[in-house]
């Protein structure tokens, strides 16, 4: 079943951009990355994902569904930015080459070893058991603006550790990459710094670099999983010269 989902906009351009938050997240954190798009002549919607922020919650929580709500927001869209979770439910919508013109993946949750699927699962609930407050976050990640800081707290305070286990849970085994590297339409990569802690690290960059000719991979140096927040400019700068 089809949830209606809470949106943020930005913008009023003739141009149309989504923006997919990842797990135990929402639509409001994306307020730098959704603000520089507005400036640039995008009309941007940030939704927040059943399950997070203020949309209902469900019973299910693959990224069949996730995909399905999303995708009644609207038919077309001129370009879709996915981060984490967000990421696997662009990719899942994006498989229609009539859904967007392009899309962005800022370190893609779409490949996981059965091996730390279980560990991932208890990571996710455990932020929201016992979630960090705005403090400790930034002395955490150094490189986030207090506001990603402030937003990612009240996201976590919203959703809860079921809708944590159950987004785990539903898509195992995280064997994405094939749909990767079957998308129809051109889209860009954004791995986080192996070095720093990557979800989508360069060994699976460079498979789906070289299964389609329509994907581009790239890592954004010193920049950890949550690459919007460690590096806004450098997100900013890769988006805008890949939509022109």
Do not use: C
């Amino acid at each position: 079943m089809v949830v209606r989902l809470t949106t943020r906009q930005w913008g009023d351009g003739d141009r149309h951009a989504l923006l997919l938050h990842g797990i135990n997240s929402s639509g409001g954190t994306w307020w730098r990355v959704a603000d520089a798009l507005g400036a640039q002549g995008f009309t941007v919607t940030a939704p927040d994902l059943r399950g997070h922020g203020d949309s209902p919650r469900a019973s299910r929580y693959a990224a069949a569904d996730y995909a399905a709500d999303v995708r009644a927001l609207r038919e077309r869209w001129d370009l879709v930015v996915g981060h984490s979770l967000g990421g696997l439910v662009a990719v899942h919508a994006a498989l229609d080459p009539d859904w967007t013109a392009r899309l962005v993946l800022l370190d893609p949750a779409v490949e996981l070893p059965d091996s730390d699927v279980e560990r991932y699962t208890e990571l996710n609930v455990q932020e929201v058991v016992r979630p960090q407050d705005p403090e400790a976050l930034l002395a955490a990640n150094p490189q986030w603006h207090p506001e990603d800081a402030r937003l990612k707290f009240l996201a976590v305070l919203a959703t809860s550790p079921f809708v944590a286990e159950r987004t785990m849970r539903d898509n195992a085994p995280w064997h994405y990459l094939p749909d990767v590297g079957a998308l129809p339409v051109p889209t860009l990569i954004l791995g986080a710094d192996p070095a720093v802690g990557a979800v989508f690290g360069p060994d699976l960059g460079d498979v789906v670099a070289a299964a389609n000719a329509g994907i581009e991979y790239r890592v954004v140096p010193n920049a950890g999983h949550s690459v919007h927040r460690d590096a806004p400019e450098d997100v900013l700068e890769a988006i805008a010269a890949w939509v022109g």
